[in-house]
């Protein structure tokens, strides 16, 4: 009896491993957008969230590297068409998202946020809620913006 009790216990934990395999984002970033402006350094379209390693130059002249986390490779290429060549190193871009409130160089484009080649002004991703101040974490699609304020971002060195 003890050791079905045991098998049973042990089953049920290793059943619920998969619940926390993925993580909800409350409490991590912070509520108001930012709007930052850097240098692609690599894209990496991969799952479960794609990233885009940047660098910011500060206004003290320094240079950061700061890493932005959006959908996963799946919902990147479906939603958005992406390629692994959608931003390549060297191209400037402008993203609008939520910074990590630790302060470290990291930065959420699941929210309200969208990334646009800054020499061409090409938008190339955008969140459904991107300009509004909903703060809800909708599903990843193209949504239509509306007037919003993103405040520019102070890069931590």
Request: proline share 6%.
């Amino acid at each position: 009896m003890k050791s079905k009790l045991m098998m049973l216990a042990a089953a049920m934990l290793v059943s619920s491993v998969p619940t926390f395999a993925h993580h909800g984002d409350a409490g991590r970033y912070e509520d108001e957008v930012v709007v930052m402006k850097g240098t692609v350094v690599e894209l990496q379209l991969i799952t479960p969230h794609s990233i885009i390693v940047f660098d910011v130059v500060g206004a003290d002249g320094k240079t950061s590297r700061w890493q932005a986390e959006m959908g996963g490779r799946a919902a990147m290429i479906k939603e958005f068409n992406w390629t692994k060549d959608m931003v390549k190193p060297g191209d400037k871009i402008t993203l609008t998202g939520r910074k990590v409130k630790s302060g470290a160089p990291y930065m959420n484009l699941t929210d309200r946020a969208n990334v646009v080649l800054t020499d061409s002004g090409k938008e190339i991703f955008r969140t459904p809620n991107y300009g509004t101040n909903e703060r809800k974490r909708p599903a990843l699609g193209i949504g239509v913006p509306t007037e919003g304020e993103a405040k520019p971002a102070t890069p931590a060195n």
